[in-house]
């Protein structure tokens, strides 16, 4: 009877052709799907992600820079609700230099 062993795709090869040079059939990679494998690929996963959202904001930042609000607001998933803030708001300044006569 034969083992099965399940598999992880990590990603995939494509070899060119020695005569033309241009690139064959891809090729798909695996590696075994051992609990550590699984592990670091959900740990790869949420660490993509992260960059991904990072450049999405600062794209929608760069929108609102240039004044296209639309995108910018499109672009975001909280777009037209208040920001919540849970710093405390300012204290108004005393002001400082002599007083008007």
Do not use: N, W
């Amino acid at each position: 009877m034969t083992k099965m062993i399940e598999a992880i795709q990590i990603g995939s090869y494509a070899p060119r052709d020695p005569a033309t040079g241009e690139f064959m059939p891809s090729v798909p990679l695996y590696i075994e799907a051992t609990e550590r494998a699984r592990t670091s690929e959900e740990v790869l996963h949420r660490e993509i992600a992260h960059i991904f959202a990072g450049k999405m904001r600062q794209y929608a930042e760069g929108c609102e820079m240039i004044g296209d609000k639309a995108i910018a607001d499109a672009l975001r998933p909280d777009a037209g609700q208040p920001a919540e803030s849970a710093a405390v708001p300012d204290k108004p300044r005393k002001k400082r230099g002599r007083p008007k006569k």
